[in-house]
């Protein structure tokens, strides 16, 4: 987890609220990624980004935004909070896209009550 | 038809035994192939990756590639209790500027003293 930090670790929220997840890296990667895991799913992309204000969907993108400011900082917004999206969320960085190695950050546990 | 599949385990070996982890994939274009390492509770720890047909050495790990058979394994050699966790394959298509992984569901090993 070196280099890459995630807040909040922990939150339990309301349905309906919006809720955002922070990822920080230290490492000047250019590429970030949000993951969700779930039980039966393993691990699926959210939102990628390949760079400051540039990003794209992932494959179970609805019902979340994100944004990337800085090249450190990339925020996962969800817009209003479901009980589907109970889950644990990660961050991921890339030096590089392609076929370059992913690293994760230690998780956000979310639940949605 | 899953796009990452791995044996489903759990997988018990005793200690000082070799651990067989398997990997098949769907799409004959992928280009790269990780092996994550996650302890209960913990992140995806990137322990292997492998992009050329062969065998990949790295201490007590090996990971094994045949593009032809779109299969990828990690054998892990003296098997201690600490290398008890689940294991995801994560296999990169070709042609993704933004490193889109796909995970498999994971295996979890289990070595017993």
């Known amino acids: 987890d070196a280099g890459i930090t995630q807040s909040p670790r922990h939150k339990v929220t309301e349905t309906g609220t919006p809720v955002t997840l922070r990822c920080h890296q230290t490492?000047?990667?250019?590429?970030m990624y949000w993951y969700r895991q779930d039980p039966g799913h393993g691990l699926r992309l959210i939102h990628y980004?390949?760079?400051?204000?540039?990003?794209d969907k992932g494959e179970v993108s609805d019902g979340y935004s994100v944004s990337r400011s800085k090249t450190e900082d990339f925020l996962l917004t969800l817009e209003s909070a479901t009980s589907s999206q109970t889950s644990v969320y990660f961050c991921?960085?890339?030096?590089?896209?392609?076929?370059?190695?992913?690293?994760f950050g230690p998780g956000t546990r979310l639940t949605v009550t | 038809q899953k796009e990452v599949e791995q044996n489903s385990g759990p997988l018990s070996v005793p200690e000082g035994a070799i651990a067989s982890l398997n990997c098949t994939y769907s799409?004959?274009?992928?280009?790269?192939f990780f092996w994550y390492r996650q302890y209960s509770g913990k992140s995806p720890e990137l322990i292997m990756f492998?992009?050329?047909?062969g065998d990949k050495e790295d201490g007590r790990f090996t990971a094994q590639l045949n593009k032809a058979s779109q299969y990828v394994s990690l054998l892990i050699r003296d098997s201690q209790p600490s290398d008890s966790a689940t294991y995801l394959c994560?296999?990169?298509?070709?042609?993704?500027?933004?490193?889109?992984?796909?995970f498999g569901q994971g295996t979890i090993l289990t070595v017993h003293p």
């Open positions: 799409d004959r274009g992928s280009q790269s």
């Open positions: 991921a960085i890339s030096e590089a896209g392609g076929g370059y190695e992913q690293y």
């Open positions: 980004s390949y760079g400051v204000k540039d990003t």
């Open positions: 490492e000047n990667h250019r590429y």
């Open positions: 492998i992009y050329s047909n």
């Open positions: 994560a296999v990169n298509a070709g042609g993704t500027s933004y490193g889109k992984l796909t």
